[in-house]
């Protein structure tokens, strides 16, 4: 109970320090929430030449980093809204014009997709598997329409606070901790023999185990969840946004799924819950083969860093080691990779997005973890 109400305290702080990095007091968000409500909608040249203006005015002074203009112009509504539009008029010039053609990103943009299928049409490859991925995406891009600028600054912050590598180390580690004694404690405390010996069999008990971790896991995500979104709202009090589409968040931008911001929300959090509880087996298997409970904290976040180590690597590492990285922890449990973008694998000839494969890969892993506790405690079975 003292350690949930120590994380409680850490993500209430955690909630409210990143709010408030993102503007001022509530003056301030008034005022800024007022001057975007008369900017929402389609794109508009006027205000996008306005924001260019002040947009350099302001990297001139502050540089170009997001973050450190932000924190720089808090009290500043106006100037707060120009940069943000400026963001957002870049977005619609990729939505139109798209990654440059040498980029190794998946081709994005109408007129680069446009161009990609014309090449193809002009070479005879109509029914190439290529030609139809590009329509596919292209039709998709369609679909979805000309991104539009909504005020969504504090749904940006809940999809940091709960999207980004971060939240890895807030979340994971303390897990590491909470969850490591689940087997390992018995073996370092002598206890193994009495617990072997037990009249209630050792398949019970494993799985008495098992539903604890589930319990514990689901218990300190949901406080995560909760304490954030709480306390990363009450000073504002304004859910101002919460039913735009999702490609008004800079990191959702292309996002193929048709959700409004309160639906994305609504996955993260599901999806957060998910993944938390596949770590949380994982730290159970390595518990289930250590001796020591300090040994198996050390392993799991050797497991954690090793994988968030490998996903800040380079392009040229990153495209090496493709699928490990995609499918690594540190990708696969945050919601703006699974969701943020259109990624596509071709298995057994069928195209699969990522948010599929990221389900099927964590049920496995998180199903080979479960066999390997219950065969290696039954191998250590008193008969």
Known sequence: MFLLL?????????????????????????AYEES???????????????????YQEISARYGTDARMIARSVKDQPEIILAVNYHAYAERVEEYWNGTPPESAEEPYGIALLQAKLAKLESQGEQDTAACRELSASLQRLEELGEPQFANTLLWENLCGNWGEHMMQ?????????????????????????????????????????????????????????????MFGFLPHGS???????????PTYARSPFRWKVWQLAAVGAVWLIFTGVVYSLIICFISSRMKSQMGTVGVSLAVLFVNVGLAAMGDTVTERLGVLVDFGLANVTLAKEVFGGYKVFHVFGMNVSYSVMAVLVLAAIAAAAVFGIYRGQKSRTIA
Do not use: H
């Open 6 to 30: 120590c994380l409680l305290a850490l993500y209430s702080v955690v909630g409210l320090t990143s709010t408030m990095f993102l503007i001022g007091g509530n003056d301030s968000y008034r």
């Open 36 to 54: 975007a409500a008369a900017w929402e909608g389609p794109f508009d040249s006027e205000r996008a030449a306005q924001a260019e203006k002040i």
């Open 169 to 229: 180390f807030l979340l994971f580690v303390p897990l590491a901790f909470v969850i490591a004694p689940v087997f390992a404690v018995e073996r370092s405390s002598g206890m193994d023999s009495l617990i072997l010996s037990s009249p209630n069999g050792r398949g019970k008990i494993v799985t008495a185990k098992l539903l604890s971790v589930l319990v514990t896991s689901i218990v300190v995500v949901v406080l995560y969840l909760a304490a954030t979104f």
């Open 239 to 249: 859910f101002q946004g919460w039913d735009a589409a999702i490609q008004s968040i």
